[in-house]
Antibody, heavy 121, light 107 residues
Framework: QVTLKESGPGILQPSQTLSLTCSFSGFSLSTYGMCVGWIRQSSGKGLEWLANIWWNDDKYYNPSLKNRLTISKDTSNNQAFLKITNMDTADTATYYC?????????????WGQGVMVTVSS | DVQMTQSPYNLAASPGESVSINCKASKSISKYLAWYQQKPGKANKLLIYDGSTLQSGIPSRFSGSGSGTDFTLTIRSLEPEDFGLYYCQQHNEYPLTFGGGTKLELK
């Protein structure tokens, strides 16, 4: 059974760095073709893809967030991470991690429930 | 970036009816389109990938079609649990991009 769960600080101030953790089970990020991605959704808005990390450590980022994103993984502990620097109120959103990979053609086949992050002074 | 435009924005239908949701890409994405369902309090659900491949466990009343720039999600004989938000997403190239969503409401 595949599960993913996001965790994060809940609230942080403008200019701070957001650190998110995705803890997953039921698959390994060391398996060929496996991928974990991060997607966010502002209240009442659509979905915005942020970053993907693949089993071979290939990483892809949304250029709209320029150089603010860093994705990483800890294969031994079945976790993936996302850091976003210089947070702004516009980054207030629910952040999701989701599994992807060759087995789902690149679609995200399992999602976490999401973690709400509020940026406020 | 590939822009994804979904239509309609809102859709009202009754159980038992069939509906279609459209997704248009700003350039060709071959067959590489996914469809998701989003409902409050539930994890987002992958319905279709590669344009027409039904994800495991998804009822056969859901179907996807299209290639290139124009895609359609069709839901035959709507069930009460089908009402919610639907998003398309291209997985042909980075950055991955989503459509703006379609809200399927009970008439």
């Amino acid at each position: 059974q595949v599960t993913l769960k996001e965790s994060g600080p809940g609230i942080l101030q403008p200019s701070q760095t957001l650190s998110l953790t995705c803890s997953f089970s039921g698959f390994s990020l060391s398996t060929y073709g496996m991928c974990v991605g991060w997607i966010r959704q502002s209240s009442g808005k659509g979905l915005e893809w942020l970053a993907n990390i693949w089993w071979n450590d290939d990483k892809y980022y949304n250029p709209s967030l320029k150089n603010r994103l860093t994705i990483s993984k800890d294969t031994s502990n079945n976790q993936a991470f996302l850091k976003i620097t210089n947070m702004d109120t516009a980054d207030t959103a629910t952040y999701y991690c989701a599994r992807s990979g060759y087995y789902s053609g690149g679609g995200f086949d399992y999602w976490g429930q999401g973690v709400m992050v509020t940026v406020s002074s | 970036d590939v822009q994804m435009t979904q239509s309609p924005y809102n859709l009202a239908a009754s159980p038992g009816e069939s509906v279609s949701i459209n997704c248009k890409a700003s350039k060709s994405i071959s067959k590489y389109l996914a469809w998701y369902q989003q409902k409050p309090g539930k994890a987002n659900k992958l319905l279709i990938y590669d344009g027409s491949t039904l994800q495991s466990g998804i009822p056969s009343r859901f179907s996807g079609s299209g290639s290139g720039t124009d895609f359609t999600l069709t839901i035959r004989s709507l069930e009460p649990e089908d009402f919610g938000l639907y998003y398309c997403q291209q997985h042909n190239e980075y950055p991955l991009t989503f459509g703006g969503g379609t809200k399927l409401e009970l008439k």
